[in-house]
């Protein structure tokens, strides 16, 4: 039996990625941090474990000995200045700190979840033969995702035997945190506005798949994205109103207006110290067109990018509302949505 060692088990894609090795066979340690809610990763078969990124000794204690697979999903994903110093902590030391651990440890195979955001915002559809260009201290996430896939470098050149995945925005099950946050916004009608940008949407399962096929296939120190449907965030924002039986949106916010409401939630956060609803960095993500193609892991692991969107976001309303986390919903019938 093959074991494996997950960091951010307690997350949305790390269980889906708990739940497709369970599935093959393999033996799971999740690693979480101290007060975190195991509960998912527990019920989907993880063996539990505490540690910490930044904390090498708790790494060491937590790493099994010679595990076959280290699988790094755990990311901070804030998109704040307020959590810069934390998210670099997090996202690059953290890093650098399981790379060097694991090459330590003589584990098989590291498969680091990084992000299409390491390659920053370009013009054009992004592959892995693309510059990363995500340089700009002022965006936290990206400019940290792109050193943390260096920091894990340094240790390749040391030995280490670590493949990269890329994905763009991962949508299914197990969220209650990322896009499942849209959800709740058109549910008790809340919703400030529909963005006018673009991005590529990729099922979770299908991501938490290509990490499996990434250590079983993927090529060291190599990159693979992992895009999916492309569709504007008016088409996105639509289907989840379609799915809930609410309005559908039929306009966009203005660029302009985005970026204002940023800049003035900033400057109020600076005040508040807590972080607001639409911050500068989300403001230029939202309203930018950030796509990608994923031609390199379809022929190389088998990557399944085809998931129609309304399949992937019917899959993760479905969960919400066996969570009790969705409420006062439509009823399907035919095909169609009524109240």
Known sequence: MKHAFVTGGTGFLGANLIEQLIARGWRVTAMHREGSDTRLAKSLGAELVPGSLDDVESL????????????????????????????????????????????????????????????????????????????????????????????????????????????????????????????FLIQDGKLPGVPPGNGSFCHAAEVAKAHIAAYEKGRTGENYILAGIDASFLEFFGEIAHLLGQPVPRRTTPAAVIHLVGQLSDLIARFTGEEPRITPEKAALITRRVTASCDKARRELGYRSDVPLVEMLRESRDWLIEQGLLTGLASEKNGEVSA
């Open 60 to 183: 060491t204690s937590a790493v099994p000995q010679g595990v076959d697979g280290v699988f790094h999903v755990a990311a901070n994903t804030s998109m704040w200045r307020g959590g810069r110093e934390q998210q670099w902590r997090d996202n690059v030391v953290g890093s650098a700190n399981l790379a060097r651990v694991s090459r330590q440890k003589q584990a098989g195979r590291v498969v680091v979840t990084s992000s299409i955001s390491a390659y920053g915002y370009q013009k054009q559809p992004i592959d892995e033969q693309s510059p990363q260009l995500a340089d700009d201290p002022r965006y936290g996430y990206l400019y940290t995702k792109k050193r943390a896939e260096l920091a894990v470098r340094e240790e390749i050149e040391k030995g280490l035997d670590a493949v990269f995945l890329n994905p763009c925005a991962i949508v299914g099950k197990y969220d209650t945190g990322s896009w499942a946050q849209t959800f």
